[in-house]
């Protein structure tokens, strides 16, 4: 399939029989019922598999980076390897959008808080800012000396973080698309930049640091240190309170933002993560093709999701915390809900 065909989205919970997936949570829940029942599992509530039906979402050419929902939680955008950024919706699977532009894989991509615009970087060491209801492109931004890994909002929608492998964090205004400020003083490629849900910060991750910026300022506010490889990812709680990292260590780690104290570990690999709205779990993604959810508090897996036939790269969670969503080499993304 090239990437003018019609894409298409596979509803797996539309046949008359459950697909095997759905078959093996099923049961695996009703072990851990027998297993509360006999006492083993003191928390009920939590070990309840939400997540059982699933939409299989195909039409990328190439591997799928990174997937995002919709503040309304309606849609999806995804970038991929095959140098396109698409948009999926959520309740249908149907592609409704496709940003062709980009010279080069498609690293990261994500929509407004308003929804009406979509922002990417790329390979290609551009950011580009499209109209999700024209599908044009409204401006292409350049500066970076290398790819752009990552990129993202701020809460009120007027700038731009990126950064990338040319060792730089850089802010820039939504509206000129001029550079606002650069924050140079990172030990190597930056792997992933994010605004804190309040923007009153910046959290960075670059080798096995995490670093903590002003936001306004750039100030460098704290170093977090405890990774012994490279950080891959690293994200707010929701109340900002505080910060959840995965890295080549093999390890997920929760930090205190006030002290910057490591405060929980789980021994476990993943390429993505990111806090629910409620700030008590975890979503999680891996090489060994699995999405799963964490509790926080007791560190215990909550919840395995499978289905990719490649490494999960990228996950994400709907504002209302009823949907995740995760993408793969495979090609494919996956809506669970």
Not at 142 to 148: K, M, R, S
Not at 162 to 188: F, H, M, Q, Y
């Amino acid at each position: 399939m090239n990437k003018y065909d019609t894409d298409t989205a596979d509803k797996v919970n539309d046949s008359p029989q459950l697909p095997e997936q759905n078959i093996q949570v099923i049961i695996q829940n009703w072990l851990r019922v027998l297993n509360v029942k006999a006492g083993w599992v003191s928390d009920f509530d939590k070990i309840i598999a939400k997540y059982v039906k699933f939409l299989v979402i195909k039409g990328h050419d190439g591997g799928v980076n990174n997937v995002r929902f919709s503040a309304d939680c309606h849609k999806i955008v995804s970038s991929s390897d095959d140098t396109t950024v698409r948009i999926w919706d959520v309740a249908s699977g149907k592609q409704t959008q496709t940003f062709e532009g980009h010279s080069a894989p498609v690293t990261d991509a994500e929509f407004s808080p308003d929804g009406r615009t979509v922002v990417s970087c790329s390979h290609d060491k551009t950011i580009r800012l499209w109209n999700v209801k024209s599908g044009r492109e409204i401006m292409k931004i350049e500066g970076h000396g290398n790819t752009v890994i990552n990129v993202g909002f701020s809460p009120d929608g007027k700038n731009i973080v990126s950064c990338s492998a040319d060792t730089t964090i850089r802010l820039w205004d939504v509206n000129s698309g001029n550079e606002v400020r650069k924050l140079a003083d990172n030990p190597g490629w930056v792997l992933s930049a994010r605004f804190s849900p309040d923007g009153q910060m910046i959290i960075s991750s670059s080798q096995n640091i995490i670093t903590l910026w002003n936001a306004k300022s750039g100030e460098k506010l704290k170093e977090l240190q405890g990774h012994h490889s490279l950080v891959l990812r690293s994200k707010f709680s929701p109340n900002c309170r505080f910060v959840v990292s995965c890295s080549r260590d093999k390890t997920i780690r929760i930090w205190d933002v006030e002290s910057g104290n490591e405060v929980k570990k789980i021994e476990w690999y993943s390429s993505d993560v990111k806090y629910f709205p409620d700030g008590q779990t975890i979503l999680s993604c891996s090489d060994d093709n699995t999405t799963r959810i964490w509790d926080v508090k007791t560190r215990q897996e909550i919840q395995k999701l499978r289905g990719h036939s490649g490494w999960a790269t990228g996950v994400d969670i709907s504002s209302d915390g009823n949907t995740v969503v995760s993408c793969s080499y495979d090609k494919t993304i996956r809506i669970y809900g």
